[in-house]
């Protein structure tokens, strides 16, 4: 089972931009399919980007252009780029093994002026 902490959220202004982590454990991250999710308030959680264990990546289509979803296999982890950001890209951000894994804690990005 791999373990994940998410970090690296914030308030940031319109236009702004941030960079998310996913630190993961176990030996089993660079084999892993990894995914970015988030969940706005009162909305359903939604897939963002997802990378797979060859580097191969995939967005969802209010991101693209904006997201960039990245990993290092090294340091097991994964980030998420962000940039251009407007207000309905906030929300509480997840990364998670797919297709199965444990749900971390999150990491909450505001998006406001």
């Known amino acids: 089972q791999l373990q994940v902490v998410e970090s690296g959220g914030g308030l940031v202004q319109p236009g702004g931009s941030l960079r998310l982590s996913c630190a993961a454990s176990?030996?089993?991250?660079?084999?892993?399919?990894m995914a970015w999710y988030r969940q706005a308030p009162g909305k359903q959680r939604e897939l963002v980007a997802t990378i797979t264990s060859g580097g191969s990546t995939n967005y969802a289509d209010s991101v693209k252009g904006r997201f960039t979803i990245s990993r290092d296999n090294a340091k097991n982890t994964v980030y998420l780029q962000m940039n251009s950001l407007e207000p309905e890209d906030t929300a509480v951000y997840y990364c998670r093994r797919v297709p199965t894994g444990s749900w971390g804690q999150g990491t909450q990005v505001t998006v406001s002026s």
């Open positions: 176990g030996s089993i991250f660079r084999l892993s399919t």
